[in-house]
């Protein structure tokens, strides 16, 4: 039987859809409200770790979850020295002939990994949703500059789009994946932590206050809590 998924295990997928419709349809010339986006999915992010999978985690007996938040987040670190930033929405690497295939399947490994507890935590869903519209947008900028076919782009953009719901399904129908579940989960947490700091800490670089910056960040953060 060919395994079936719901409607909000796809909604990472419509996620990563809408940013590139976004990056397709505006091709935005200025930082300024990618930077905003980011702000509200980093804030979201960090807000989703904290109120749910946190006590999630930290409420199972005789699990110390410590080490595998650690480790997740160690390990996200190198990701992202492999995909030069794009998980928090930036990438120093300028056009080239052909697909950068080490920053691209970097990018579908994290986009996995952060999918495979979604089954059984519907707050990380609506998280992902948020998350995968900044990442769509700069991954769509980047690979539509390349000078591939289009076939060759679109297919991999689809490609990103599908793996989180692969994770998804993947976690649902192995048995011993399943079994998993609160280290999983416990190593997604520390890959959403690093993620979301840096999101947060990069958009207050020079330090000026800025009222939008901060209404969007609490925003984040309020609806995160109410999910």
């Not at 998350?131 to 991999?156: D, N, Q, Y």
Request: proline share 5%; charged share 10%.
């Amino acid at each position: 039987m060919v395994p079936m998924l719901s409607f909000t295990s796809l909604l990472p997928f419509l996620g990563a859809l809408l940013g590139m419709g976004i990056a397709y349809k505006v091709k935005p010339k200025s930082p300024a409200g990618l930077k905003l986006i980011l702000s509200f999915s980093g804030a979201f992010l960090l807000g989703i770790s904290i109120f749910h999978l946190l006590p999630s985690v930290f409420g199972v007996l005789d699990f110390k979850p410590g080490i595998w938040i650690v480790t997740g987040l160690v390990f996200q670190i190198v990701l992202e020295y492999l995909s030069q930033g794009a998980e928090h929405g930036h990438t120093h690497s300028k056009p080239q002939g052909s697909l950068p295939w080490v920053l691209f399947l970097s990018l579908c490994l994290h986009a996995f990994i952060e999918g495979l507890p979604m089954g059984s935590e519907n707050a990380l869903v609506w998280g992902i949703f948020i998350h995968k519209v900044p990442i769509a947008m700069v991954l769509f900028l980047m690979i539509w500059e390349l000078r591939s076919s289009v076939w060759i782009k679109l297919g991999s953009l689809f490609f990103f789009a599908l793996m989180s719901p692969l994770g998804s399904i993947l976690y649902t129908q192995f048995a011993f994946i399943n079994s998993l579940k609160t280290a999983i989960t416990a190593f997604v947490i520390g890959m959403l932590l690093h993620i979301s700091t840096t999101i947060l800490f990069e958009s207050n670089q020079g330090h000026a206050f800025n009222i939008r910056k901060l209404v969007i960040i609490l925003l984040g953060f309020g609806i995160s809590y109410l999910l």
